[in-house]
């Protein structure tokens, strides 16, 4: 089945600890993207990636970081620096970055700081 | 830059009742809306979208929505709303700014509760 793989559901993290999100995708998608949801939010932009090897900031890239080495693959990574990481993120993806094209999601990753 | 307002946080209606979910958008450009729908612990799921062809769009799930270019609005709608409709409702409109790359806006979210 084609579709977008979001791993672990469930992660820990602990103070001043890094943690990586995974997201692959099979739907040979150009685009992937990764919104942060916290109640009463809706979602907000970190990153985005229209090709392999490019990605540009979102509206709140700060204390986040991702690669894009394969066109399936578009890991987050959680820093030390995000001072309020608790939230559910989403992994997303675009048959191509232009307009008028639904992204597709995955089901999501809930962090939580202990 | 684009942006979307969802009016109403929570809506409340019987099982059977009509359901309308409010989405207003601000678009310097003909926009791209959307609606995705959202169980617990889930993503999102489209449920219809709008890209400049019909003003009234039918979506899966017996959901549709009408593009109202004087009203800047995108309403979604359902006559008959079901038990199984309990979730929360994301409207969003996409913006390319200036790279023409696309990203998808999102509004705050509508939580449909439904009651027997």
């Known amino acids: 089945d084609g579709g977008i793989t979001q791993s672990p559901k469930y992660l820990f993290r602990k103070e001043g600890q890094n943690v990586t999100l995974s997201c692959e995708q099979n739907?040979?998608?150009?685009?992937m993207y990764w919104y942060r949801q916290d109640p009463g939010q809706g979602l907000r932009l970190i990153y985005y990636?229209?090709?392999?090897?490019?990605?540009q900031k979102g509206d709140i890239a700060e204390g986040y970081s991702v690669s894009r080495e394969k066109k399936e693959s578009f890991p987050l990574t959680v820093t030390s620096a995000q001072k309020n990481p608790t939230a559910f993120y989403l992994c997303?993806?675009?048959?191509?970055?232009?307009?008028?094209?639904?992204?597709?999601f995955g089901q999501g990753t809930r962090l939580t700081v202990v | 830059a684009q942006s979307v307002t969802q009016l109403g946080s929570h809506v409340s209606v019987s099982e059977g009742a009509l359901v309308l979910l409010r989405c207003n958008y601000s678009?310097?450009?003909?926009?791209?809306l959307f609606w995705y729908v959202q169980y617990p612990n889930q993503g999102l799921q489209l449920l219809l979208k709008?890209?400049?062809?019909?003003?009234l769009v039918k979506g899966i799930n017996g959901f549709e929505a009408e593009f109202k270019k004087s009203e800047t609005s995108f309403h979604l709608t359902k006559p008959s709303a079901h038990m199984s409709d309990a979730a929360e409702y994301f409207c969003?409109?996409?913006?390319?700014?200036?790279?023409?790359?696309?990203?998808?806006?999102f509004g705050t979210g509508t939580r449909l509760l439904v009651s027997p």
């Open positions: 678009s310097s450009v003909p926009p791209y």
């Open positions: 969003a409109v996409s913006d390319a700014g200036g790279t023409g790359f696309q990203k998808l806006v």
């Open positions: 990636s229209q090709i392999v090897n490019d990605f």
């Open positions: 739907l040979n998608h150009d685009a």
């Open positions: 997303a993806s675009s048959p191509y970055p232009d307009r008028g094209y639904e992204a597709f």
């Open positions: 709008y890209t400049s062809a019909a003003t």
